[in-house]
DNA sequence: CTAAAATCTGATTAATCGATCAGAATTTAG
DNA sequence: CTAAATTCTGATCGATTAATCAGATTTTAG
């Protein structure tokens, strides 16, 4: 019961009932997003008692933060995957943009889900998730400075700021979550090729 | 009272008051978030009682909604300035790189408060800000457009998607305002330098 | 100066929130 | 089969919310 540590072990039905919980959660907050997302709303989309939510949740704050790091993990892996498994810095590049773009298109309940959740929550102190800058360990956020520190060292990449450039592909990819305009006007395929064409532009070394 | 149309003649006290009371909103959503934002929570930091802030605004919603209008006509306002003062597509390409980053630079407060309303408020049908696409005259979004359109027309810019690189410049700018790590990292004089030199190259024709 | 209009406050209302609790229902263990 | 442990619900609590209202105060107009 109220179990978060991930050294605890769980029932079947405690599993399966967090599992159900989270999913909800997730419609939740892509149909109402965070404000209205009270523990009745979530409880009404899973068809249990919101007091059973109390009871496999410490609080409400438990609850999102299982979610947003549920959320935030299931993306890293489907990205980090698809860019292991490049070769050259280019080409893991290349992947790594189509995967954060796919992932986007093939999951826009879970992408809306983690921007509400990013935005809206906060620490105890008050502190926004999204002017955090405790995530010295994004995997997302790391993977990509790699790439492109291991392209300027082997030659493959031209000069540029890797602060700079990292922030603006990160940028770019983010707009496609948030902009639905953008959505309309172009498929995920193409955004992401243009995207590998504008930025292998602007890396360099042809 | 309950004034909200422009062509409404105010006296000089609602005029002060209405002012008084945007000036709270903007600090309470920088200091708190919007979930905390509470009409007494901006009425302690205007000094005044919450229920005159439902006498001078028709309620939360009105109040948020001139916000944001004024929040987002005071920053365009600012970068379409500097970026009619450039002459070539290149110069005004620059202009409005820099005045982004300027603005939110010496604007900490108000670009988190335009942040916060863009990503918390919701139309009455519940649809949120930040996906809400009838910004169809967003005189940034068509100003960047029309500065990149026009660089196309006179061959001063090379061939790329018009849309992908319009959203790709966005996203970059809007990035400063939210990554409070890479604010640390680099002055905003240099990431603009750095912006622009970065997409200089994207864009092409040297 | 005086009456009307505008401005402002404290009190109050109804609604909604997260959380807790006692106890019912179900599952597990022996 | 039985007792203990787990799972679950409905009721309820105190806190907080946006909004309203009567009436006090101040400003404006003549």
Redo the contacts between chains.
């Keep these: 019961m109220k179990g978060r540590d991930a050294e605890e072990k769980q029932t079947f039905i405690a599993d399966a009932r967090r599992a159900q919980i989270f999913e909800a959660t997730i419609r939740t907050l892509d149909e109402?997003?965070?404000?209205?997302a009270s523990m009745a709303q979530i409880a009404k989309r899973a068809g249990i008692s919101a007091a059973l939510i109390s009871y496999h949740y410490r609080d409400k704050n438990d609850l999102m933060d299982y979610a947003l790091m549920k959320l935030a993990t299931d993306l890293s892996s489907s990205v980090l995957e698809r860019t292991a498994a490049a070769s050259g810095p280019r080409e893991k590049l290349q992947a790594y943009i189509e995967a954060s773009i796919a992932y986007q298109a093939e999951n826009p309940a879970r992408s809306t889900a983690l921007?509400e959740i990013v935005?809206?929550a906060?620490t105890a102190d008050?502190m926004?998730y999204?002017?955090?800058?405790d995530?010295e360990d994004d995997p997302l956020e790391n993977e990509l400075r790699r790439i492109l520190r291991l392209g300027q060292e082997q030659g493959e990449f031209g000069a540029?700021?890797l602060?700079?450039?990292a922030?603006?592909i990160?940028?770019?990819?983010?707009?496609?979550g948030?902009?639905?305009?953008?959505k309309?006007?172009?498929d995920p395929i193409?955004?992401s090729q243009?995207?590998v064409?504008?930025?292998s532009?602007?890396i360099?070394h042809r």
């Design positions: 109402i997003g965070y404000i209205r921007i935005f809206h906060r008050g926004p999204y002017k955090l800058q995530d540029f700021d602060d700079a450039m922030s603006a990160r940028g770019a990819l983010d707009e496609y948030f902009n639905v305009k953008l309309a006007r172009i193409r955004f243009e995207l064409d504008l930025f532009r602007a360099g």
